[in-house]
């Protein structure tokens, strides 16, 4: 029931923008892009979401297409801390509810 | 900051027993979630709840499974007879606000090992 695309791994070097895209071609008017991480095997940890603007906030960027089919993640100084698995997740807030897919195993490497 | 507490970190129980797993939601939030992870896996929703009962459950919730708010504070899950496909982590969390953001706040997880 995957609606979203994401690529299995990416590396990054840390102090660099760490860009993650994710593709979610049959994303719907009313639902949202969200995105998460979870680190080794900790509970997964919210970082933005967005409908349809960029949004920005203290941990990371969402750039978000026009036409809202595909959005990318930006960690703009990565460090060592953020390897963890990213999650991109769309839904209707208060409809549906989070499921998470496979996510993308980012790798900050000194 | 606020945040999602759970109970035990670790759990170590025989194939067949019953196991309950304890939550502490965020004390304004209205929206309880459970979730788990089975090693190597991805992280699969098994249940939500709101308004004292459940809104929303996965193929995985089977009749073994319920979840019960018995004291306004805690949030609780029973496996009722667990089997060794039950060893996960098991997520709670947490919202208050789905009509929006509908943002999710997880606990660090109940590490289940049935044997």
């Known amino acids: 029931d995957a609606k979203t695309t994401q690529p299995p791994s990416m590396d990054c070097a840390e102090g660099r923008a760490a860009n993650l895209p994710c593709n979610h071609s049959?994303?719907?008017?009313?639902?949202?892009v969200y995105w998460y991480r979870q680190i080794h095997s900790q509970g997964p940890q919210y970082i933005i979401h967005?409908?349809?603007n960029n949004e920005t906030n203290e941990m990371a960027s969402l750039i978000i297409t026009e036409d809202r089919k595909s959005s990318t993640l930006i960690l703009p100084h990565a460090t060592l801390r953020d390897t963890a698995v990213y999650y991109c997740i769309v839904r209707v807030p208060g409809y549906n509810d989070m499921r998470f897919g496979a996510g993308t195993r980012l790798t900050v490497k000194p | 900051e606020p945040e999602v507490t759970q109970t035990p970190s670790h759990q170590v129980t025989q194939m067949g027993q019953e196991v309950i797993l304890r939550c502490v939601p965020i004390s304004n939030h209205l929206y309880f979630y459970w979730y788990r992870q089975i090693l190597g896996q991805k992280v699969e929703f098994l249940v939500s709840f709101y308004n004292n009962e459940i809104s929303e459950k996965s193929e995985i919730f089977d009749d073994q499974f319920s979840v019960e708010r018995p004291d306004g504070s805690n949030f609780t899950l029973k496996i009722r007879s667990t089997k060794l496909e039950d060893s996960a982590m098991y997520f709670c969390?947490?919202?208050?606000?789905?009509?929006?953001?509908?943002?999710?706040?997880f606990g660090e997880g109940s590490r289940l090992t049935v044997l």
């Open positions: 969390a947490s919202t208050d606000q789905t009509g929006y953001a509908g943002e999710l706040f």
């Open positions: 967005g409908l349809k």
């Open positions: 049959t994303i719907s008017g009313n639902e949202y």
